[in-house]
């Protein structure tokens, strides 16, 4: 039934109601409104009597009920929306917290290091950023409507009973998962087709020729897009950085029962088979080699380390733990999100408001040094979160919590900024020490003031 009401004392603006009354009277309750609603004389209205009770009067229209345009008074709107954001903020919170729980446990220092699926650990990540930039869409969504003074109601939304229920780009967590075992068994028909065995050098060829031809896989030399950097986005468009393109390399060779293993060198990520005759990796044929075309164009290029690598210097390198490249991957996500949070601060850096405050030379510049300069909230958000996330993995890094002190400075939570820094403190090298203990007093004094100044304000969605 559609109910015509007016919240009192508010220009007897109509609003209608289809089925929402309980969320109607729940708004009203909330601004503690219980005097007469307005009747217009056609289906009928709530009439609040002196006790605050609530009586429903039912009334005979003469009339043809038409719909109305809902017209929603400010106050009004406002008491809905604030209970829509702090149903949907719980309901995203959940999902947040269950991802980073679910993560947390795929990279447990407990599990053995070669039971850890390096696809899932990354589909959590992406999972939890997915559902954090889902819940400020609607928001946003929702603060437009009400600027607007729509004239529809909220819009259903779905949810999920876990985080493996999410949809990441329409695709639940399993199902991308079991994208990666669809390559391996398209690898597994090239390799019928061609009457080939287990020899190393065609199975590898094999991969190459689905992920590089078939499935059209890129590496990205410059990460500047964040499809780039989840797994979820890779595996749907191809394109990808260095290490999550590792990932799924080594994720489909390790369904078809091959071993791959990898090793930081200078800025990149380099993957080969175990084998017993590493020169055979570095056979050239038809202008290539087979780990040039594994690795990428970082292994001829003269000005990375990459091109010192040779069947000689392979055995050498010490291998990364799946740990380790999870890392890696978080720290590229650091990266990204910081230089698209900093875009509008050129040259600025996570550690700029140390040096100045180190180099300050009266108390108003020490003061001025510490003006927080305004960056993007969503992808600074981010960034901490894949902090967060890394220092799970190295929690005695201090150089990761030094940073992440930082970007907790950065978004004016100053008081977790205090904590984490100082904690630090307790880690780094006396001359770091000396470089943070100024700049960590004047951040008590931020603390202090922003405890009064922003009390109350509601603050943004975080993994608790």
């Known amino acids: 039934m559609l109910l015509c009401a007016s919240l009192p004392g508010l220009c007897h603006q109509n609003m209608l109601v289809g089925g929402a009354v309980k969320e109607l009277s729940a708004a009203m309750a909330s601004l503690n409104v219980y005097s007469r609603c307005d009747f217009d004389g056609r289906v009928g209205c709530w009439i609040g009597n002196e006790k605050g009770r609530w009586n429903k009067l039912a009334a005979a229209s003469t009339m043809s009920p038409k719909k109305r345009r809902l017209s929603i008074s400010p106050l ?143 590496r990205s030399s410059v990460l500047v897009d964040s499809k780039c950097a989840y797994m979820h986005s890779v595996l749907r468009s191809g394109h990808c950085s260095a290490i999550l393109l590792s990932v799924i390399y080594i994720e489909v060779c390790r369904r078809l029962n091959l071993t791959i293993v990898g090793s930081p060198v200078g800025e990149d990520f380099l993957i080969w088979p175990q084998t017993g005759n590493p020169e055979e990796l570095f056979k050239v044929i038809s202008g290539h080699s087979l780990f040039g075309i594994v690795n990428g164009k970082c292994v001829d290029d003269p000005r990375a380390k990459a091109s010192d690598i040779n069947s000689n210097s392979l055995p050498g390198l010490e291998l990364a733990t799946n740990r380790d490249i999870i890392g890696i991957a978080l720290a590229n996500l650091v990266r990204l999100h910081w230089k698209r949070a900093s875009r509008a601060n050129h040259g600025l850096m996570l550690t700029s408001p140390l040096r100045s405050v180190d180099h300050a030379d009266d108390k108003s510049s020490k003061t001025n040094c510490l003006n927080v300069p305004l960056l993007r909230p969503q992808d600074l958000r981010l960034a901490i979160m894949a902090s ?77």
């Open 76 to 218: 009004a709107s406002s008491a809905l929306a604030e209970t829509r954001y702090t149903s949907r903020a719980e309901f995203y919170q959940e999902v947040l917290n269950d991802a980073r729980k679910k993560f947390t446990q795929e990279i447990s220092f407990q599990a053995k290091d070669k039971d850890i699926s390096l696809a899932k650990a990354l589909l959590f990540v992406a999972s939890e950023d997915e559902a954090f930039m889902a819940f400020n869409r609607e928001m946003d969504a929702q603060s437009l409507q009400n600027e607007r003074r729509s004239a529809s109601l909220p819009s259903q939304t779905t949810e999920w009973t876990s985080v493996e229920d999410m949809p990441l780009a329409g695709k639940k967590l399993n199902e991308w998962m079991v994208e990666l075992d669809v390559i391996a068994r398209e690898v597994e028909a090239e390799l019928v087709s061609r009457e080939i065995g287990c020899d190393l050098i065609e199975v590898l060829d094999a991969v190459n020729m689905v992920l590089f031809n078939s499935r059209g896989f890129k």
């Open 388 to 464: 967060e996330r890394l220092l799970i993995l190295q929690p005695h890094n201090w150089a990761l919590r030094r940073d992440h002190g930082m970007m907790l400075y950065y978004s004016r939570e100053y008081e977790e900024a205090v904590q984490e820094l100082s904690i630090c403190m307790a880690f780094v090298p006396e001359e770091e020490a000396e470089v943070l203990e100024p700049f960590v007093e004047k951040l008590h004094l931020l603390r202090v003031e922003s405890s009064w100044k922003f009390q109350g304000k509601k603050g943004h969605l975080t993994v608790s």
